[in-house]
């Protein structure tokens, strides 16, 4: 098991290292996903590439601040599931020896729909959860219903966009695989909040805001393109020639 997460991570360094130059192009969208959030009206916070809402605010929105809000959120969201898919494509071009420029033509839109209804399917789901279990049982039942909607979501974009499947099967495919190889998501995880809180403390020592756009920066250009790689080169590891 060690020696299969020390070569995903090194491999997958070794593929983000040699298209980096591509992979920074279409990493680029992600930097205006994650400028968005500060511009709408209600307290907004980015993790891990998503938006969240904070509940407590709702009472306080205003019509148009609800609408603007829903444009932002919608775009956001796409830009960060079309930065996932031009990644997600790279990696596919490689291993099925295609051209990149008629694959991303021929598929992305396909492919960014899909899962931009996925991930929207589920933050509403996340949202009604934070409305049902507000208060004292939040801290005690939510942690489980992320966890369980993240078994769900994980490879669910690489099962897209690699094996062309559609919504339901691509997460039954996310949710069988994580049972099986719960190290993949249990490392991944850990990984990438030992990264954001490192960069978050680097850059801490530096005058705000000016850090807290190099930290967005950082992520939308560098974390949050290597974590998808590694999160489908994991995936890829149920095709043995894919090794």
């Given amino acids: 098991m060690t020696n299969d997460l020390s070569r995903l991570f090194s491999y997958s360094m070794e593929f983000y290292l040699s298209r980096m130059q591509l992979i920074l192009v279409f990493s680029i969208p992600a930097i205006v996903a994650f400028l968005i959030p500060i511009f709408v009206p209600a307290p907004t916070f980015v993790s891990l590439g998503g938006e969240f809402l904070r509940t407590g605010s709702i009472p306080d929105l205003s019509l148009s601040d609800i609408l603007l809000t829903g444009a932002g959120y919608v775009l956001s969201m796409f830009l960060i599931v079309e930065t996932i898919v031009n990644i997600n494509l790279i990696i596919k071009s490689k291993r099925t020896m295609t051209e990149m420029s008629k694959e991303v033509i021929a598929a992305i839109g396909k492919y960014s729909s899909k899962i931009f209804v996925l991930c ?3 933050l509403l789901v996340i949202f009604i959860f934070q409305i049902v279990t507000y ?14 909607i993240s078994v769900f ?10 094996d062309g499947y559609d919504l339901q099967t691509a997460a039954i495919r996310s949710a069988r695989m994580c049972l099986a190889r719960p190290e993949f998501f249990l490392s ?4 990438n909040l ?20 190099l930290l967005l920066i950082t992520n939308a250009l560098f974390i949050l393109p290597f974590f998808v790689v590694l999160q489908t080169q994991m995936y890829m590891e149920k095709y043995p020639l894919a090794r």
Wanted: with cysteine.
């Fill in 188 to 191: 991944w995880a850990v990984a």
């Fill in 120 to 122: 929207t399917i589920a």
């Fill in 135 to 148: 208060g004292f049982l939040k801290s005690l039942i939510f942690p489980f219903i992320l966890l369980f």
């Fill in 194 to 213: 030992i990264c954001l809180s490192f960069f978050w403390i680097f850059f801490g020592f530096l005058q705000p805001p000016f850090s807290n756009y």
């Fill in 153 to 162: 979501l994980f490879f669910a974009p690489a099962a897209i966009v690699i």
